[in-house]
């Protein structure tokens, strides 16, 4: 096939070469193949060497008539991804650690707050190494003048006070030594202050005077704040040392340019350390006449009824400033009261007289409302002096006061005369005290009591069940309650009372004592022996709660630990007199009469009027073989006794035994006898003289009677037992804790009697508070 050729044309009088005036040539494939311009140079578009050649000199935005095989359409070059960042300068660097350090200085002040020492401490370590590292870099790029001077003295402050609270004293005071010698930081001396406290921690008392005084040395006296805190710091100093005189010195000081309520405190008690009784009441003027700085309550109650006002005035009610000012005013008041009962009793004047100038220095103050507390207190500190009619007479005056005081008293009142036994007096007051205030759990506990001891049980227990429901923590309602079932015969409420007192009350032997009892009445000897070993527990030397140990495990049947717990009940006590009979019983049942002997020589000590006793060690004598002794106890017996019958048969066995020529002679009055004790029988019998035959029944009786004539009210010990009590239980009445259910009095045992319900009040003054009438005390 022949080829065509193709002419080319000049059109618009273009030059050759251009995009038009070149064509292709096909071939007789159909390929176009670019032929030279008539000037001879390449075509444009055409490829010379391989390389693609741009149709014009204005590319088109993306777009290439000859692309690259494989390449994609990409006008914004996404292809190529991000720009690479902008390098920070030297400066932007040390400005992000500058932040660096300042957040791990916010950290470790966070965590110090929170509690969290330890890693307060790592943080500001931290940051002290990130502000080294900086201070390093500074230098480095010569920049040294640009060092942030406040920066480097927040991390070493913040170190230092971190050491301090870890109590790693001496790591603080280096700290504190390195940022108080750098001059460039200006009010650095202050710091000594710091390590003045750390010295004092440290009980180098001489140490922390001398930074103190460098500390006060650096600040101008246009700081008064700040001087008088320090000034304090040396005066606590000087208490803890012993030099009251300086510590007085610097307390005058203070009080002289900025007084406060602390310092005047301290000055009081350090006047008392000192005995200086004037400048006491001097000091306490002063003290009272502290402005607190603190405003009126008034702005608390809102002005109108605007709504908005109202959410602002509760807003700022219970705020942290006001937390402030109600603590500061608590702390005022605390001092006042205690440092008048600090002077009072320091005056050698009547306690009286200086109390009431106590209370009219204070009515004339700006604490009035602490009058009436400190009247309070006076009677209170009457009645601890045993002078009931004074308390009585305050706590009257009272009765015109507002119902929380008046209610106080009265209940006051009410115990005074519960503990006289005036329970018609103690019932009036209880009602005062009810109607000041009803739901005062003292005041239902009180006139709970005085139904009590009316025997009226299931009243009384309204009134506790009322007491409890007002305050489900006032102990003694609770345990009155529990006593009243008891009395009720309601075990099972009983001891669901005590149970859940004891888990209040957890170490109280009263509570477990009664659980004990309780558990014994229900007939669980069990269960009441494991409450008794907690009594133990808690008083070991208790000889009632051993000789009830003793009787619960001989009763069920464990003779061994009977003798144990009744042993050691007699070693404390060796005056009970069941005790006493069941050793000296045991021992004669074992064959040991000469250790019974013992027993019964004691027994007869303790009762000597009872024959009984006498008899039993006569008895021990002549069954260990000891007739001459036992005959010698025998008359000593019949001299005291001649009318006992058993006497007389056992001095006539012994006399025949014996081959005595008074054999007769006893013979003929134990007839006598006998025959008296005939006449006797058949007045009863009659009866006639039948309170005469029992009051001379022991003289001719057998043991068991003459145990009954032992034991006559109208017969009196001997001199050396006269101080006993006349019962069956001898000292039992003097004991004020005992866990004795068998002692016979008015209100019952005193482990069962009511607890009163007083109106506690205790003070916080550790220090030299007095302890006030408590609630736990019960009526003697």
């Known amino acids: 096939m022949d080829d065509v050729v193709c002419l080319s044309l000049q059109i618009g009088g273009k030059f050759p070469g251009t995009a038009i005036g070149a064509r292709p040539l096909f071939s007789s494939s159909g390929s176009r193949m670019p032929l030279a311009s008539s000037m001879g140079r390449p075509v444009t578009g055409a490829v010379q060497d391989g390389l693609a050649r741009p149709m014009s000199a204005v590319k088109a935005a993306g777009y290439s008539s000859t692309l690259t095989r494989g390449s994609a359409f990409d006008p914004l070059g996404r292809s190529r991804g991000p720009a690479p960042p902008l390098e920070d300068t030297p400066e932007e660097k040390l400005k992000l650690l500058e932040k660096k350090i300042n957040t791990l200085i916010e950290e470790s002040c966070m965590a110090q707050s929170t509690g969290n020492l330890q890693l307060a401490l790592d943080k500001a370590k931290e940051a002290h190494r990130e502000e080294r590292a900086l201070v390093k870099q500074r230098e480095q790029s010569g920049s040294a003048d640009h060092i942030n001077l406040d920066l480097t003295y927040s991390v070493q402050l913040n170190l230092a006070n971190q050491y301090e609270k870890n109590e790693m004293h001496p790591e603080a005071l280096s700290s504190y030594k390195a940022i108080v010698k750098n001059k460039m930081f200006s009010n650095a001396g202050r710091l000594k202050v710091n390590m003045g406290n750390i010295y004092y921690k440290q009980k180098n008392y001489h140490k922390a005077i001398k930074f103190y005084r460098m500390a006060l040395d650096q600040i101008s006296n246009a700081h008064k704040d700040m001087r008088s805190k320090i000034k304090h710091s040396i005066a606590v100093v000087f208490i803890a040392m012993g030099q009251y005189s300086d510590a007085i010195t610097s307390l005058e000081d203070i009080m002289s340019e900025t007084p406060n309520i602390t310092a005047g405190f301290n000055l009081i008690l350090c006047y008392h350390a000192a005995g200086d009784r004037e400048k006491m009441k001097k000091a306490f003027q002063k003290l009272i006449s502290v402005p607190l700085g603190i405003s009126d309550e008034d702005k608390y109650i809102p002005p109108n009824d605007d709504t908005s006002s109202k959410m602002v005035i509760e807003a700022i009610k219970n705020d942290k400033l006001s937390q402030m000012e109600r603590d500061l005013k608590a702390r005022a008041e605390k001092y006042i009261t205690t440092a008048a009962k600090l002077i009072c009793p320091a005056m050698d004047a009547s306690f009286a007289s200086e109390f009431d100038w106590c209370v009219d220095m204070v009515k004339n103050s700006q604490y009035v409302q602490l009058a009436n507390d400190l009247e309070f207190h006076k009677a209170m500190t009457c009645l601890r002096q045993k002078d009931h009619n004074q308390a009585k007479e305050i706590l009257k005056t009272f009765e015109k006061k507002d119902s929380k005081m008046k209610s106080a008293a009265a209940?006051?009142?009410?115990?005074?005369?519960?503990?006289?036994?005036?329970?018609?007096?103690?019932?009036?007051?209880?009602?005062?005290?009810?109607?000041?205030?009803?739901?005062?759990?003292?005041?239902?506990?009180?006139?709970?009591?005085?139904?009590?001891?009316?025997?009226?049980?299931?009243?009384?227990?309204?009134?506790?069940?009322?007491?409890?429901?007002?305050?489900?923590?006032?102990?003694?309602?609770?345990?009155?309650?529990?006593?009243?079932?008891?009395?009720?015969?309601?075990?099972?409420?009983?001891?669901?009372?005590?149970?859940?007192?004891?888990?209040?009350?957890?170490?109280?032997?009263?509570?477990?004592?009664?659980?004990?009892?309780?558990?014994?009445?229900?007939?669980?000897?069990?269960?009441?022996?494991?409450?008794?070993?907690?009594?133990?527990?808690?008083?070991?030397?208790?000889?009632?709660?051993?000789?009830?140990?003793?009787?619960?495990?001989?009763?069920?049947?464990?003779?061994?630990?009977?003798?144990?717990?009744?042993?050691?009940?007699?070693?404390?006590?060796?005056?009970?007199?069941?005790?006493?009979?069941?050793?000296?019983?045991?021992?004669?049942?074992?064959?040991?009469?000469?250790?019974?002997?013992?027993?019964?020589?004691?027994?007869?000590?303790?009762?000597?009027?009872?024959?009984?006793?006498?008899?039993?060690?006569?008895?021990?004598?002549?069954?260990?073989?000891?007739?001459?002794?036992?005959?010698?106890?025998?008359?000593?017996?019949?001299?005291?006794?001649?009318?006992?019958?058993?006497?007389?048969?056992?001095?006539?066995?012994?006399?025949?035994?014996?081959?005595?020529?008074?054999?007769?002679?006893?013979?003929?009055?134990?007839?006598?006898?006998?025959?008296?004790?005939?006449?006797?029988?058949?007045?009863?019998?009659?009866?006639?003289?039948?309170?005469?035959?029992?009051?001379?029944?022991?003289?001719?009786?057998?043991?068991?009677?003459?145990?009954?004539?032992g034991s006559s009210r109208g017969e009196r010990l001997s001199a050396k037992m006269r101080s006993l009590t006349v019962s069956n239980e001898p000292y039992e009445a003097d004991s004020q804790k005992e866990l004795d259910a068998s002692y016979m009095d008015p209100l019952g045992p005193q482990i069962e009697r009511p607890k009163t319900g007083a109106k506690k009040r205790v003070d916080d003054d550790d220090d030299f508070g007095d302890e006030e009438l408590g609630d736990d005390l019960l009526p003697e």
């Open 411 to 709: 209940t006051n009142l009410s115990f005074i005369y519960f503990q006289e036994k005036d329970f018609d007096q103690a019932d009036k007051y209880a009602d005062l005290a009810m109607s000041a205030d009803h739901y005062n759990p003292a005041a239902l506990t009180n006139k709970g009591n005085t139904v009590f001891v009316k025997q009226d049980y299931e009243k009384a227990a309204e009134f506790y069940k009322e007491a409890l429901r007002n305050d489900s923590l006032c102990t003694e309602s609770l345990h009155n309650l529990g006593l009243a079932y008891k009395r009720l015969n309601h075990l099972e409420e009983a001891l669901d009372c005590f149970l859940k007192l004891h888990a209040i009350l957890k170490n109280s032997d009263q509570v477990m004592y009664q659980l004990a009892d309780i558990y014994e009445l229900m007939g669980d000897r069990q269960q009441a022996i494991k409450w008794l070993m907690q009594v133990i527990c808690v008083t070991p030397t208790d000889p009632h709660v051993l000789a009830k140990l003793g009787k619960l495990h001989n009763d069920e049947g464990d003779k061994s630990q009977a003798l144990h717990y009744y042993s050691e009940s007699f070693r404390l006590f060796p005056c009970k007199i069941d005790v006493i009979e069941w050793l000296g019983v045991h021992y004669i049942e074992s064959q040991f009469f000469e250790k019974a002997t013992q027993y019964f020589e004691r027994a007869t000590l303790i009762q000597p009027t009872q024959v009984k006793w006498q008899l039993m060690e006569a008895s021990c004598y002549r069954k260990s073989g000891n007739y001459q002794k036992a005959l010698e106890t025998y008359k000593e017996i019949h001299r005291k006794f001649p009318e006992n019958v058993d006497c007389l048969c056992f001095l006539v066995r012994l006399s025949t035994d014996m081959g005595l020529k008074e054999v007769q002679e006893y013979a003929t009055k134990l007839k006598k006898a006998e025959k008296m004790k005939e006449i006797r029988e058949q007045k009863v019998k009659s009866g006639q003289g039948s309170t005469a035959g029992g009051r001379r029944e022991g003289s001719g009786g057998s043991a068991d009677s003459n145990h009954s004539s």
